[in-house]
T-cell receptor
Framework: DAKTTQPPSMDCAEGRAANLPCNHS???????VYWYRQIHSQGPQYIIH???NNETNEMASLIITEDRKSSTLILPHATLRDTAVYYC????????????FGTGTRLTIIP | GAVVSQHPSRVICKSGTSVKIECRSL??????MFWYRQFPKQSLMLMAT?????????EQGVEKDKFLINHASLTLSTLTVTSAHPEDSSFYIC?????????????FGPGTRLTVL
């Protein structure tokens, strides 16, 4: 699986949009971009995933660049409960694909 | 969304005893489940891949005789930590792969915190 690079930490004011970047310059054509988050002492929570088109669901939006070498997760109106470590993972989508967790981005929402 | 449960959420045991952790997919069937371990201030590390009806596949450095995995049904996988020692104290998390849609997704349980005295 391709490696990803994320900033170690970010702050965002409550109510503002949180934009979390991820670089995956070695991503291959059949690899998807998945985002998970882990709130302290809990299991990771699935947020969103995409292949090449931008995606939106009730939690977030995922913007993938045209060359697919980077993506941005957008939390449109951050709340204090969005404070967590966010993981960007690229993985193929068949067989027993393994998720390799890097160090992620620790997002802190400031009141 | 798909829900995965784990039991127990927290367990304290004496050194040398065995502990069993259950992972269940509540509203979907999972032919594949995964077991992870997370030490304080570290990221999740995959321990093994559990396939229903067959032997688990362990990651390098994970002792298969110490961490016994059974995936007897499409909704249940168990991890047994045998002869637990203090260094096995960790946060154990399972995930289940949901494949009803064209693109599969792994959903995680809430985790089990194991403390070995």
């Amino acid at each position: 699986d391709a490696k990803t690079t994320q900033p170690p930490s970010m702050d965002c004011a409550e109510g503002r949009a949180a934009n979390l970047p991820c670089n995956h310059s070695t991503i291959s054509g059949n690899e998807y971009v998945y985002w998970y988050r882990q709130i302290h002492s809990q299991g990771p929570q699935y947020i969103i995933h995409g292949l090449k088109n931008n995606e939106t669901n009730e939690m977030a939006s995922l913007i993938i660049t045209e060359d697919r070498k980077s993506s941005t997760l957008i939390l449109p109106h951050a709340t204090l409960r969005d404070t967590a470590v966010y993981y960007c993972i690229v993985v193929t989508n068949f067989g027993n694909e393994k998720l390799t967790f890097g160090t992620g981005t620790r997002l802190t929402i400031i009141p | 969304g798909a829900v995965v449960s784990q039991h127990p959420s927290r367990v304290i045991c004496k050194s040398g005893t065995s502990v069993k952790i259950e992972c269940r997919s509540l509203d979907f069937q999972a032919t594949t489940m995964f077991w992870y371990r997370q030490f304080p201030k570290q990221s999740l590390m995959l321990m093994a891949t559990s396939n229903e009806g067959s032997k688990a596949t362990y990651e390098q450095g994970v002792e298969k005789d110490k961490f016994l995995i059974n995936h007897a049904s499409l909704t249940l996988s168990t991890l047994t930590v045998t002869s637990a020692h203090p260094e096995d104290s960790s946060f154990y998390i399972c995930s289940a792969r949901e494949t009803s849609t064209l693109v599969s997704t792994q959903y995680f349980g809430p985790g089990t915190r194991l403390t070995v005295l």
